[in-house]
């Protein structure tokens, strides 16, 4: 299983997230912005940072770059992809998936160990969770409010296409405490928290147990391995 | 003498966060006019100006790849408005 995580300029969480998907059991392989080649890769990640120093709106130039004509292609076809945080912002600029980001409304760059509820365990990224379940995961970011217009956002929680939903502190002030999303299909899915930060006991968020314990962003990457071999 | 800059046309888009959306820029700024006693500005909103400018002279072509530009990488029409285009000051309507 080899899942691709591509580098943009100002991308920062590239090499994180390749590490993920090698600790969750699958093969990562370095995509580069600029080709018009997957590399016949099983999945996508779209990786957190900056790109192009979120000049213009945060992820909007990357969604772009050369190879997002692939991206949107191969998401178009069903391939899994995932955006985490610049990456979400990329796949909402690419209309990969519904809505849009703003400037947090409390106009701060944040970053906190954040609590959320997985609202939907059918896509291609979450069905190693059980339904309901509550993860923490680490959050950084500055331009992080989702929002969509009112028809959009009745029609994503009609159709089950929140994925991840803020609890206890929505720390952004997107709207209806969302947190991640995915197209109508499920194979692509958005979140502004950082997955790829939370896959091995001690460097990762604290937890109740102990301090930097928590994996909670590990059953994101195996889910994608899941969802292939199902294939 | 005119510069060299005045023969060269200049294209402008201009750009507005939507009217329902908070801003929360224009919201900071108008917060610190308050505190600065200004308090006959009763809101601020913070838009993006793109300049544009072309060798050539600006035509119908160019226009149309200009409208398209606006609405699909200048602006973000889930939180965003054009709400002008002009060249050399003269608004003007581009349809496609």
């Known amino acids: 299983m080899r899942i691709g995580v591509i580098t943009f300029p100002g991308s920062l969480d590239d090499r994180d997230a390749q590490r993920a998907v090698r600790m969750a059991g699958a093969t990562p392989v370095a995509l580069w912005h600029g080709d018009h080649d997957l590399q016949g890769v099983d999945a996508i990640v779209l990786p957190g940072g900056f790109s192009y120093g979120d000049y213009l709106r945060a992820g909007a130039i990357a969604s772009h770059a050369p190879i997002m004509a692939e991206v949107i292609d191969a998401a178009n076809k069903g391939v899994p992809v995932l955006g985490i945080c610049n990456g979400f912002q990329m796949l909402a600029e690419a209309r990969l998936v519904p809505g849009a980001h703003t400037r947090n409304s409390h106009q701060q760059f944040i970053r906190r160990d954040q609590k959320m509820r997985v609202e939907n365990v059918d896509t291609a990224w979450t069905n190693e969770f059980a339904a309901g379940t509550e993860i923490i995961i680490p959050m950084k970011n500055a331009d992080g409010r989702y929002v969509a217009t009112d028809e959009t956002i009745a029609r994503v929680e009609g159709e089950g296409q929140v994925v991840f939903r803020y609890l206890d502190v929505n720390p952004n002030g997107s709207m209806n405490d969302i947190a991640g999303v995915s197209n109508e299909r499920g194979n692509v899915v958005g979140l502004m928290p950082h997955p790829e930060h939370a896959v091995e006991a001690g460097f990762g968020p604290d937890t109740e147990l102990a301090m930097a314990s928590g994996t909670d962003g590990l059953a994101i990457f195996t889910s994608a391995i899941r969802a292939l071999a199902a294939v | ?96």
């Open chain 2, 1 to 96: 003498m005119k510069s060299l800059e005045y023969l060269v046309p200049k294209i402008v888009v201009e750009v507005m966060p939507k009217a329902e959306l908070l801003d929360p820029q224009g919201k900071a700024v108008a917060a610190s006019l308050n505190r600065l006693g200004k308090s006959e500005f009763t809101g601020v909103r913070i838009g993006k100006r793109f300049e544009l400018t072309v060798d050539g002279p600006v035509d119908d072509a160019i226009l149309s790849d200009v409208r398209t530009l606006a609405d699909e990488m200048f602006s973000n029409s889930v939180i965003e408005d054009v709400v002008e285009i002009t060249v050399d000051g003269v608004p003007v309507e581009v349809s496609l």
